[in-house]
Nanobody, 116 residues
Framework: VKLVESGGGLVQPGESLKLSCAAS????????MRWYRQAPGKEREWVAR????????KYADSVKGRFTISRDNAKNTVYLQMNSLKPEDTAVYYC??????????WGQGTQVTVSS
């Protein structure tokens, strides 16, 4: 089982980034997918989720209206489009796969830094 995040980097406030998380080794389409983030000195926090069936999405209040989560089950990939980035969005971003009754899977994370 593997989750590999990519797309992080250094951007200025107001700019955009698109994160990807490529999954392998499990039935991706059967899992709800979530993005979490962890800033230095802070606990990991949930950012967004997309369900396996139907693609229903939900967002943390701090990113609502700026971030969009999506998935491509044919490519076993989940995305996080991040617009209007703020310095407080700086964190390591992790993707997570969840299915009731099964173990959670986590990626290794990708760094996002928003700074002028």
């Amino acid at each position: 089982v593997k989750l590999v995040e990519s797309g992080g980097g250094l951007v200025q406030p107001g700019e955009s980034l698109k994160l990807s998380c490529a999954a392998s080794g499990f039935t991706f389409s059967s899992y709800a997918m979530r993005w979490y983030r962890q800033a230095p000195g802070k606990e990991r926090e949930w950012v967004a989720r997309i369900l396996s069936a139907g693609g229903s999405t939900k967002y943390a209040d701090s990113v609502k209206g700026r971030f969009t989560i999506s998935r491509d089950n044919a490519k076993n990939t989940v995305y996080l489009q991040m617009n209007s980035l703020k310095p407080e969005d700086t964190a390591v971003y992790y993707c997570n796969a969840q299915r009731i009754g099964r173990n959670d899977y986590w990626g290794q994370g990708t760094q996002v830094t928003v700074s002028s």
